[in-house]
């Protein structure tokens, strides 16, 4: 786990309600889950389980335009065989896996209709570019 340079932010929606910014670049790795004894973020709804998932940025290879390859820091998602599930974008994940978050993917624990938006300090709304 590596702390990341980049600043990412969590957005968290209670249906159209936009709820405070989550801050989620200041530790390696940030565990979700309803148990608020050791939860960083903690997750109220009761199909949440008390360990539910993990945030955890990881340092990953990548291609740089013109070639050669690079590493960046990425932040990655992992479900802890939570017993409701973590979706991505309405995708179930798989248990104990990770899956590498993207920017504007929307994140939702359980039977939980609160709903968290990736973004970072230079996200920008495209949504005119479609």
């Not at 709820?19 to 148990?35: K, N, Q, T």
């Not at 004894?37 to 990881?58: E, G």
């Not at 991505?88 to 968290?116: A, C, M, Q």
Request: proline content about 6%; glycine content about 6%; some cysteine.
């Amino acid at each position: 786990a590596r702390k990341p340079k980049r600043r990412w932010r969590l957005y968290p929606f209670k249906e159209e309600k936009a709820l405070p910014i989550l801050y989620v670049h200041r530790h390696s790795a940030y565990l979700m889950g309803r148990d608020r004894k050791i939860a960083d973020i903690p997750l109220d709804h009761p199909s949440c389980s008390k360990q539910h998932a993990v945030l955890q940025y990881r340092l990953v290879p990548f291609q740089k335009e013109g070639g050669g390859e690079g590493k960046r820091i990425c932040p990655y998602l992992i479900d802890l065989d939570s017993a409701n599930g973590t979706f991505v974008n309405n995708v179930k994940l798989e248990p104990r896996r990770y899956h590498e978050l993207l920017e504007r993917d929307v994140i939702r624990f359980g039977y939980s209709t609160r709903e968290y938006v990736v973004l970072h300090e230079h996200s920008q709304d495209d949504s005119s570019d479609d």
